[in-house]
Nanobody, 125 residues
Framework: QAQVLESGGGLVQAGGSLRLSCVAS????????MGWFRQAPGKEREGVAS????????YYADSVKGRFTISRDSAKNTVYLQMNSLKPEDTAVYYC??????????????????WGQGTQVTVSS
């Protein structure tokens, strides 16, 4: 059974940092890219960042460029989201997702097949 597991959420003051981790059980499914998404109360789920396992190519939402960094450790099947200079508007549940093997890195949530349960990130002002 495919598994995508996030960790690292929490409460932080504005201007602070958090690092999210996501482990993909790639022994049980094949994926080409990973993405981070977030959903705030009353809002649609939106793409934050994505990365290709093979090339390392990355994509970012405009709202996080220069503050967030996505990276991967293929040996550990783990993707990270380093979040710096956090703002109250970054408060949301953050989800990690994996694409099917034919899909490259993308910010479109419809392209992702496997999803984690989410981890809460709360930024206080």
């Amino acid at each position: 059974q495919a598994q995508v597991l996030e960790s690292g959420g929490g409460l932080v003051q504005a201007g602070g940092s958090l690092r999210l981790s996501c482990v993909a059980s790639r022994r049980t499914f094949t994926t080409n890219a990973m993405g981070w998404f977030r959903q705030a109360p009353g809002k649609e789920r939106e793409g934050v960042a994505s990365i290709s396992w093979s090339t390392g190519r990355t994509y970012y939402a405009d709202s996080v460029k220069g503050r967030f960094t996505i990276s991967r450790d293929s040996a550990k099947n783990t993707v990270y989201l380093q979040m710096n200079s956090l703002k109250p508007e970054d408060t949301a549940v953050y989800y990690c997702a994996a694409t099917p093997p034919t899909q490259g890195a993308t910010m479109r949530k419809e392209a992702y097949t496997y999803w984690g349960q989410g981890t809460q990130v709360t930024v206080s002002s």
